[in-house]
């Protein structure tokens, strides 16, 4: 069946930077996207970012940019998506999503997501 | 970008009864419009897509229907495992998300 693995939860301090992983199984990996969307404690679902897999084309969501970056590997079929300058508001869950945008020329639904990967930032 | 708002943002209702959730977009979002359920704990499920399709494995209970600016999820007849918080999501240009309606038991 169609599965995403997230990597462990996860404690840094501000400003340091955290790397979470997202591994595919089930499908083709490189006919789809993933999205990454993150959910601050008690708070509703942010978007954050997409990457294609299929040739690595990336778009971020503005309020990130500059600090976030994704990326893929095709070998492993595993998706990563890496969070710079580390703010205390940055704790959340972070969750990645198959999408099957595998270009940026239309849009569509997320299914599966994986389990999500807690992130907390505190000094 | 496309704003999304939920109403109401808490909804009672007894197990059995009828949930009617609403969903508005500040512009048109043609039929590009989803909806997930997430239980605590849990990752988001997809229920909806198309504004009204049924994802794979999901009860006819779960109903959507709209098109351009206004959307509604229906659960025919609520069962204990219904009671969750629901999610729109656009993916007319690129993606965002409304803030979530929860479905508590009343």
């Known amino acids: 069946q169609v599965q995403l693995v997230q990597s462990g939860a996860e404690v840094k301090k501000p400003g340091a930077s955290v790397k979470v992983s997202c591994k595919a199984s089930?499908?083709?990996?490189?006919?789809?996207?993933i999205s990454w969307v993150r959910q601050a404690p008690g708070q509703g679902l942010e978007w954050m970012g997409w990457i294609s897999a299929y040739n690595g084309n990336t778009n971020y969501a503005q309020k990130l940019q500059g600090r976030v970056t994704m990326t893929t590997d095709t070998s492993t079929s595993t998706a990563y998506m890496e969070l710079r300058s580390l703010r205390s508001d940055d704790t959340a869950v972070y969750y990645c999503a198959r999408d099957l945008s595998w270009d940026s020329s239309s849009w569509y639904w997320f299914d599966p997501w994986g389990q999500g990967t807690l992130v907390t930032v505190s000094s | 970008e496309i704003v999304m708002t939920q109403s109401p943002a808490t909804l009672s209702v007894s197990p059995g009864e009828r949930a009617t959730l609403s969903c508005r977009a500040s512009q048109s979002v043609s039929s590009n419009l989803a909806w997930y359920q997430q239980k605590p704990g849990q990752a988001p499920r997809l229920l909806i897509y198309?504004?009204?399709t049924r994802a794979t494995g999901i009860p006819a209970r779960f109903s959507g229907s709209g098109s351009g600016t206004e959307f509604t999820l229906t659960i025919s007849s609520l069962q204990s495992e219904d009671f969750a918080v629901y999610y729109c999501q656009q993916y007319n240009n690129w993606y965002t998300f409304g803030q979530g309606t929860k479905l508590e038991i009343k």
């Open positions: 198309g504004a009204s």
């Open positions: 089930g499908y083709t990996f490189t006919s789809y996207g």
